[in-house]
């Protein structure tokens, strides 16, 4: 029997998307900018917009379901942003409901963004055929997602994977594209994350070492993971995360850590799509329970 098809959508600190996604294949995607300091009401709309313009060309047969992977803690489809100034206003916005209301009455399901590119990579990436895996993506902030037995492991409330707040210094607050930038503004450098990176990759000092302090943070909580849950595999991505540049100063940081404690870490092989299709196969999996 042919899978379903998925109406996919994914709420970044920068940008949004909506996707028709069946199985680990993205159909159609259609991108839009986040009106992140508009609210959640704003969000929502241009959102919205986005998924009914991907819905109008026709590309897939009508979606059966919603998913959505959504930046901030997720709990029965209401969404608050963990950290504030990358999404104003989200405290307990009820999203799924309004999604649903969108899109008359189409079920929508959904959980947190780095939580569900963990799902993704755990069933059609990098993390398929292990037993567990940690997916951390270092993006405009920092996610992370945790699959134990092939389950999800979202926790008691929801916060499990939540990588980006560990530490006495938050690693969001070290780590993100959010922070390089604003570190490197600091020291005289007017430049996007890519750019931070690309200078370290140049060898330029000062970028070298907010990479260095970046990466040398993600390692140390990385470290504390596996004293908790010992992964089998930890997935890297994110616009950062999946930089060459920055996955080879994660692995030289490693390097300095006892061997006993590193885990293997390896690039998502979804990319940007992880959320996407681990959002659709939650959401598939939620519509066919009891």
Request: proline share 5%.
């Amino acid at each position: 029997m042919a899978r379903a098809t998925v109406l996919a959508l994914d709420i970044g600190g920068s940008k949004l998307a909506a996707a028709l996604v069946r199985g680990a294949k993205v159909l159609d995607t259609e991108l839009t900018p986040t009106p992140a300091r508009s609210g959640p009401e704003a969000v929502v709309e241009a959102l919205v917009g986005a998924a009914r313009r991907l819905l109008e060309r026709g590309q897939a047969p009508a979606p059966a379901v919603i998913g959505v992977a959504s930046a901030g803690l997720v709990v029965d489809g209401r969404v608050r942003a963990l950290s504030p100034d990358l999404l104003p206003g989200w405290d307990g916005f009820p999203l799924a409901e309004r999604l649903e209301a969108a899109f008359f009455g189409l079920p929508a399901h959904a959980l947190n963004d780095a939580q569900a590119a963990a799902y993704g990579e755990a069933r059609h990436g990098a993390g398929r055929g292990r037993g567990s895996s940690l997916f951390v993506t270092v993006s405009t902030g920092v996610g992370g997602g945790l699959v134990l037995a092939d389950t999800l492991w979202r926790g008691a409330g929801g916060m499990a994977g939540h990588v980006g707040h560990l530490g006495r210094r938050a690693l969001e607050r070290v780590a993100s594209g959010t922070a390089l930038a604003e570190r490197a503004a600091r020291l005289g450098h007017a430049v996007d994350a890519r750019a931070v990176v690309a200078a370290a990759e140049a060898g330029e000092e000062w970028a070298v070492g907010l990479v260095t302090d970046a990466a040398t943070a993600l390692v140390s909580a990385l470290v504390d993971v596996k004293y908790l849950v010992d992964p089998e595999v930890i997935v890297l991505g994110g616009g950062v995360g999946l930089n060459p540049a920055f996955g080879r100063a994660v692995q030289l940081a490693f390097e300095g850590v006892a061997e006993s404690l590193r885990t293997p870490v390896v690039p998502a092989a979804l990319g940007a799509a992880a959320g996407l299709v681990g959002a659709a196969a939650w959401a598939l999996e939620r519509r066919s329970m009891p």
